[in-house]
C-alpha cells in the first residue's frame, strides 16, 4: 500500500477537481473531463480546512451510480457531502460523517457531488471516494459485436453466446473483488491514521506525566530537606 493509499491506491482515471465557492457552484465549467467510462474508478485527495471541493460525473438514461467514500485521516474523521442531479436537485445530503455508500438511478446529464470542510477552521481532511457504474451501454455494443459471430456455431457444444456469458461473470467477478480489495485499503488506511495519531498521544501524555512526576519528586525531596534543617542560631 506503500504505505498509505492517499499517496493514490492506483493511477486514477482523468478528473477534473475544482474548488469551489458559493459563487462557482452557479456556474459549472464548460471544459469539464470525466472518468473514464470503466466501471469502477476510486480517488484520494486532500480536502484542506474550510474549503469545498466538488467533481462531476456525466451519466446516461436508466444506469446507476453508485458512489461510496471515507475519511481516512482528520480530526474527527467527518466532513459534508451533497450529490446534485443535473437539474440541481440535492439527492443526498450527509451532514458530518465518516463514510457512506450511495446509489441513485440516473438520466442524462452530469452528476455534481462535494465534499464540504468549510466547518472545520483547522484540520484537513484526506478523504477517499471510489465510483461504480452500471448500465452505461457499453455491454450492449459488446454483444452486438459479438452477434456478427455466431454464425454457424450449431455444430459446437458450447455456443459463443456462452462463452459471452462465461466472460461477463468472470468479469463481474473480478471487478467487485478489485472494489473489496480496495475498500480494505482504505478501511486500513483509516485504522492505522486513528493507532498512529492515539500513539502520539499516549507518548504526549507519557511525557507530560514524566515531567510532573520529576517536579513533584524534587519537591518532596525539598520540603524533607527542609524539615530536618537546623535553622536555630547559636549565641555567643
Same mark, same amino acid.
Given at each position: 500500500?506503500?504505505?498509505?493509499?492517499?499517496? %493514490?491506491?492506483?493511477?486514477?482515471?482523468? *478528473?477534473?477537481?475544482?474548488?469551489? #465557492?458559493?459563487?462557482?457552484?452557479? /456556474?459549472?465549467?464548460?471544459?469539464?473531463?470525466? =472518468?473514464?467510462?470503466? *466501471?469502477?474508478?476510486?480517488? $484520494?485527495? $486532500?480536502?484542506?480546512? #474550510?474549503?469545498?471541493?466538488?467533481?462531476?460525473?456525466?451519466? %446516461?438514461?436508466?444506469? &446507476?451510480?453508485?458512489?461510496?467514500?471515507?475519511?481516512?485521516?482528520?480530526?474527527?474523521?467527518?466532513?459534508?457531502?451533497? /450529490? *446534485?442531479?443535473?437539474? #440541481?436537485? $440535492?439527492?443526498?445530503?450527509?451532514?458530518?460523517? &465518516?463514510?457512506?455508500?450511495?446509489?441513485?438511478? $440516473?438520466?442524462?446529464?452530469?452528476?455534481?457531488?462535494?465534499?464540504?470542510?468549510?466547518?472545520?477552521?483547522?484540520?484537513?481532511?484526506?478523504?477517499?471516494?471510489?465510483?461504480? *457504474?452500471?448500465?452505461?451501454?457499453?455491454?450492449?455494443?459488446?454483444?452486438?459485436?459479438?452477434?456478427?459471430?455466431?454464425?454457424?456455431?450449431?455444430?459446437?457444444?458450447?455456443?459463443?453466446?456462452?462463452?459471452?456469458?462465461? !466472460?461477463? &461473470?468472470?468479469?463481474?467477478?473480478?471487478?467487485?473483488?478489485?472494489? !473489496?480489495?480496495?475498500?480494505? %485499503?482504505?478501511?486500513?488506511?483509516?485504522?492505522? @491514521?486513528?493507532?498512529?495519531? @492515539?500513539?502520539?498521544?499516549? @507518548?504526549?501524555?507519557?511525557?507530560? @506525566? /514524566?515531567?510532573?512526576?520529576?517536579?513533584?519528586?524534587?519537591?518532596?525531596?525539598?520540603?524533607?530537606?527542609?524539615? =530536618?534543617?537546623?535553622? %536555630?542560631? &547559636?549565641?555567643?
Amino acid at each position: 500500500m506503500g504505505p498509505l493509499p492517499w499517496r %493514490r491506491l492506483r493511477p486514477p482515471p482523468p *478528473l477534473l477537481l475544482l474548488p469551489l #465557492g458559493c459563487f462557482a457552484l452557479l /456556474l459549472p465549467p464548460p471544459a469539464a473531463t470525466e =472518468f473514464s467510462p470503466s *466501471l469502477d474508478s476510486d480517488f $484520494t485527495f $486532500t480536502l484542506p480546512a #474550510g474549503r469545498k471541493e466538488c467533481f462531476y460525473q456525466p451519466m %446516461r438514461k436508466e444506469a &446507476s451510480l453508485e458512489l461510496e467514500y471515507q475519511v481516512l485521516d482528520g480530526a474527527g474523521l467527518d466532513v459534508d457531502f451533497h /450529490l *446534485l442531479s443535473p437539474k #440541481g436537485e $440535492t439527492l443526498v445530503f450527509d451532514e458530518r460523517k &465518516s463514510d457512506g455508500v450511495h446509489t441513485v438511478e $440516473t438520466e442524462d446529464g452530469d452528476y455534481m457531488f462535494c465534499f464540504d470542510n468549510t466547518f472545520s477552521t483547522i484540520s484537513e481532511k484526506v478523504i477517499f471516494f471510489e465510483l461504480i *457504474l452500471d448500465n452505461m451501454g457499453e455491454d450492449g455494443q459488446d454483444q452486438e459485436d459479438w452477434k456478427k459471430y455466431v454464425t454457424g456455431t450449431d455444430l459446437l457444444d458450447m455456443k459463443l453466446e456462452d462463452i459471452l456469458e462465461s !466472460i461477463n &461473470s468472470v468479469k463481474a467477478r473480478l471487478s467487485k473483488s478489485v472494489q !473489496i480489495q480496495t475498500l480494505l %485499503r482504505a478501511f486500513e488506511a483509516r485504522d492505522r @491514521n486513528i493507532q498512529e495519531s @492515539n500513539f502520539d498521544r499516549v @507518548n504526549f501524555w507519557s511525557m507530560v @506525566n /514524566l515531567g510532573v512526576m520529576v517536579v513533584v519528586s524534587a519537591v518532596q525531596v525539598y520540603m524533607l530537606k527542609s524539615l =530536618f534543617e537546623d535553622k %536555630r542560631k &547559636s549565641r555567643t
